[in-house]
């Protein structure tokens, strides 16, 4: 057919294909993964070849080129036709985004066994793929009847359905299932096609093939449903012994409130690519077993235990002092809090520390009530993995602390996770603050510190002053170095931040912590390239706002004219916010001023409210927005000459997270 079968990224077979660019790794196995699957495709092109051959007589002569058939099937829009499957404009580098992950039914489409695929792929290599059947028993997510409709009937295509998404990690690859409709026993038929290493290089952190499941609402609204780390050693040995392409059972583990219990089940095989001579083949030995684990882990309790007694034997009140050595994640697994971080590389997906402070600041905050803490403030603390905070697209402080710390690490930074409180200064009293988790880097010299909120991508530089609003700090800590503070007082206002003195840090000895961080085979996720049109979704956002505000308008029983002069002249603004957000850039506002007093008519008033939100939804920006005065007074405004402007700037980051920047404004007469 002339086409090429990609096997990874920038390698063909039949072919060279140009280098990719390491950023574009993750989106470009996304993408060959989601085109693979769709099936048919080259049966497609063989049938057009075949009808072109045999009904055009000026194409049967030997003499034919390839590059004449190639004109022919681009002429014939089976080029465009292959690309329009491809769903590159959405589907990107992101996957489905959240408009299209809507009654998506599984269908008993045929999925490449592994003898298939290991006759397509490149034998140098090592390759895990992975087949994904079907889920069991997650009971609590089946459909109800007023969500399927009438007994009998099917959903239709525009009809917007609860759906599973599954997010498969390993080492540093990442890929991700179509949405399937919610079901107690939902359908995937999907195959994932991972590679391995070959050779002594082998990394501990691709031993685990982790699993996230994620149910999305129809509101977009998305929650975690369950977890499992897969030792996939044991399931390929098992595929190797037996000739049946049986699935084996994989149990998923309940998070937050409900771990410990289990949340369903998937049924899903994993073959190693090309096949190995038998089970005693290196590739299925694990480099550390399951007892190394449990071992490992028991002796750094017992030197845990001993160094906290050694803590407290420094001053009794220390046992106030937020000094967090294990937590538990959302699995809930208690684990050394060093292991939650890892050293990201944002693969240039972002260009700076202050731009990846601003991209984890983007991210939703989502706090867990206890069971019973409902109504009195109280929330489950859990320290999420990254691959679940990632998944999930939303998490609490923890998870964005630790995020954040991991880019910067990543960066090059000297970076750590702070343990301590946050609150008011108050003059001449105690301050009480609330738990709070924030990032710090160290400069060069011994007071060169920075605190970064990761919240709101703020920076504070550590001075006695107390420009920031953090009270005490207890405890610091990073992939690979655990302190504690144990100064006689540990406001922040009378700390000293040398961590190398250990009269004033007390530090879990770091080999101990690496024997512990490298036995529990942490993963690297890769962010993702955010796919997102952000002129078109400007643009479509910004009629939108219009709409709702001529709408207002007009049940108020007044006019609405739109002056799209002005709205240009917003964006200089909109941009000088962002920049002030990213890099704490302050640029000059003479330009805008100059262009607004132009457009104003002489006599004439002019109002702006300018607001940054982290989604694009309409209904929700119109309902904040109305709950402020300066802005309600832009869309009610009366008088002589009213012309109102609207304008919309969508600052595109990973993850598909965003900062839509948005202003109102106004300019009108006053009249008595």
Not at 540 to 569: M, P
Request: charged letters at 20%; proline letters at 5%; glycine letters at 6%.
């Amino acid at each position: 057919t002339g086409m090429a079968t990609v096997t990874r990224a920038g390698q063909t077979m039949g072919g060279t294909a140009p280098a990719v660019a390491p950023e574009r790794l993750s989106a470009i196995r996304q993408l060959i993964h989601d085109y693979v699957s769709r099936g048919s495709v080259h049966t497609q092109v063989r049938e057009c070849l075949e009808d072109i051959l045999r009904h055009h007589d000026s194409l049967s002569d030997a003499g034919v080129t390839q590059e004449e058939l190639w004109q022919v099937v681009k002429q014939r829009g089976l080029v465009d036709n292959v690309l329009a499957s491809l769903d590159l404009p959405e589907v990107g580098t992101a996957g489905l985004q959240p408009s299209q992950a809507r009654s998506t039914q599984a269908t008993a489409q045929a999925v490449e066994t592994a003898s298939q695929v290991a006759s397509k792929i490149s034998r140098d290599r090592l390759y895990m793929y992975v087949t994904v059947h079907d889920g069991q028993s997650f009971f609590e997510h089946a459909l109800t009847r007023e969500q399927l409709g009438p007994l009998g009937s099917q959903p239709r295509p525009d009809e917007a359905l609860p759906v599973f998404t599954l997010h498969l990690f390993f080492g540093e690859q990442r890929l991700r299932s179509r949405p399937v409709v919610c079901a107690a026993n939902p359908v995937f038929n999907e195959a994932f096609l991972f590679e391995l290493t070959r050779g002594s290089d082998h990394a501990e952190d691709e031993e685990v093939l982790f699993l996230a499941l994620v149910r999305e609402e129809t509101d977009g609204d998305r929650s975690l449903v369950a977890v499992q780390q897969i030792e996939w050693r044991g399931l390929a040995r098992d595929a190797l012994q037996t000739s049946e392409p049986d699935p084996s059972t994989v149990e998923l583990q309940g998070v937050g409130v409900a771990f410990g219990t289990p949340a369903g089940s998937l049924r899903l095989r994993i073959d190693v690519l090309p096949s190995q001579q038998g089970p005693e083949a290196g590739i299925f030995v694990p480099k550390s077993s399951a007892e190394a684990v449990v071992r490992a882990d028991k002796q750094f309790l017992h030197y845990a235990r001993q160094w906290w007694q050694e803590f407290l034997d420094v001053r009794p009140a220390h046992e106030s002092r937020l000094v967090k050595v294990f937590a538990k994640n959302e699995a809930g697994h208690s684990r050394l809090v060093c292991s939650t971080v890892q050293r990201l590389t944002s693969a240039r997906t972002l260009d700076s520390p202050r731009e990846a402070a601003r991209f984890v600041s983007l991210i939703p905050v989502h706090r867990l009530p206890s069971v019973g803490g409902r109504g009195t403030g109280s929330r489950l603390e859990q320290w999420s993995q990254l691959q679940s905070f990632l998944a999930l697209g939303k998490g609490d402080v923890e998870d964005h602390a630790v995020l954040l710390c991991s880019l910067l690490l990543g960066f090059g930074l000297d970076a750590f996770v702070c343990v301590g409180t946050k609150g008011k200064h108050m003059q001449g009293r105690a301050a009480v603050g609330s738990a709070h988790v924030w990032v710090m880097t160290l400069g060069s010299s011994p007071g060169d510190v920075t605190f970064w909120e990761s919240l709101t991508a703020e920076r504070f530089k550590h001075t006695a002053a107390c420009e920031h609003s953090y009270l005490t700090l207890d405890s610091v800590f990073n992939d690979s170095q655990f302190y504690a503070n144990c100064q006689p007082s540990n406001s922040l206002t009378h700390c000293k931040m040398n961590l190398a003195e250990p009269a004033l840090w007390k530090q879990l000895d770091a080999a101990r912590i690496a024997s512990v961080v490298q036995v529990t085979r942490r993963c690297r996720p890769p962010l993702l390239i955010n796919p997102l049109d952000h002129v078109s979704a400007s643009y479509e956002l910004e009629q939108r706002l219009r709409d709702a505000i001529t709408r207002r308008r007009k049940e108020n029983g007044v006019s609405t004219v739109w002056n799209i002069d002005l709205g240009q002249a917003l964006v200089p603004a909109l941009s000088s916010y962002e920049l002030n957000r990213t890099h704490g850039f302050v640029t000059s506002s003479e330009e805008f001023a100059a262009v607004v007093r132009n457009l104003t008519p002489p006599g004439s008033t002019f109002k702006g409210y300018p607001v940054q939100f982290n989604h694009r939804r309409a209904e929700e920006i119109m309902s904040t927005c109305a709950r402020s005065a300066a802005c309600t007074d832009i869309f009610d405004a009366r008088g002589d000459e009213v012309k109102h402007s609207v304008r919309v700037r969508i600052y595109p980051y990973p993850e598909s997270t965003c900062a839509c920047w948005v202003m109102f404004a106004v300019t009108y007469r006053s009249v008595l």
